[in-house]
T-cell receptor, first 111, second 118 residues
Framework: AQSVTQLDSQVPVFEEAPVELRCNYS??????LFWYVQYPNQGLQLLLK??????LVESINGFEAEFNKSQTSFHLRKPSVHISDTAEYFC?????????FGTGTRLQVFP | DGGITQSPKYLFRKEGQNVTLSCEQN?????MYWYRQDPGQGLRLIYY???????QKGDIAEGYSVSREKKESFPLTVTSAQKNPTAFYLC?????????????????FGAGSRLTVL
């Protein structure tokens, strides 16, 4: 069965500092991984995805994630965060009949 | 612009009343989904539909019902049988059904409906 574990429920960080949001997955089928972002009182937006090919994927706003098969991880990183990055971040893995989400990590960026 | 519209954004109901949440999409997507979001629990799948006039139960379907009479619409009814209905409800769609041979389907989400039962 597929599953996703996000180890940190909250990550506080100061503006311009680097950040890593951790995600580990379990999957017995072809691995497709996603990061979604949710701003307060809004729906989820796709941030980036790994389907195949290069293990390092990037988003348009400076986030990147690396697929690591040996460690079954797909951690999200950004070298320098902004106040506007404050949001909840969900890691997800494609299951056999649905998208399976982690419990989310709330990133709080302080000035 | 194409997207998913959920209404109402906020809804208050008394205990024991049924309530229907609307979800409309103009993306021409085949598949639609309803998720429930509770703090610290992530998103849990309630129902999904891959084609018109067909839908399947997700992980927490008890106390909910859906219909898919049109491709564009996938309303969710929260019935009085749902023991703890207060939550944030998210509707989503994807271009095609969940075909394991065709690669991943990216979900597009609506802005959500927050239901509070008093």
């Amino acid at each position: 069965a597929q599953s996703v574990t996000q180890l940190d429920s909250q990550v506080p960080v100061f503006e311009e500092a680097p950040v890593e949001l951790r995600c580990n997955y379990s999957s017995s089928v072809s691995v497709y991984l996603f990061w979604y972002v949710q701003y307060p009182n809004q729906g989820l937006q796709l941030l980036l995805k790994y389907l195949s090919g290069s293990t390092l994927v990037e988003s348009i706003n400076g986030f990147e994630a690396e697929f690591n098969k040996s460690q079954t991880s797909f951690h999200l990183r950004k070298p320098s965060v902004h106040i506007s990055d404050t949001a909840e971040y969900f890691c997800a893995v494609r299951g056999t009949d649905k998208l399976i989400f982690g419990t989310g990590t709330r990133l709080q960026v302080f000035p | 612009d194409g997207g998913i519209t959920q209404s109402p954004k906020y809804l208050f109901r008394k205990e024991g009343q049924n309530v229907t949440l609307s979800c409309e999409q103009n993306l021409n997507h085949d598949a639609m989904y309803w998720y429930r979001q509770d703090p610290g629990q992530g998103l849990r799948l309630i129902y999904y539909s891959q084609i018109v006039n067909d839908f399947q139960k997700g992980d927490i379907a008890e106390g909910y019902s859906v219909s898919r009479e049109k491709k564009e619409s996938f309303p969710l009814t929260v019935t009085s049988a749902q023991k703890n209905p207060t939550a944030f409800y998210l509707c989503a769609s994807s271009p095609q059904g969940w075909d394991t041979s065709s690669g991943a389907n990216v979900l597009t989400f609506g802005a959500g409906s927050r239901l509070t039962v008093l």
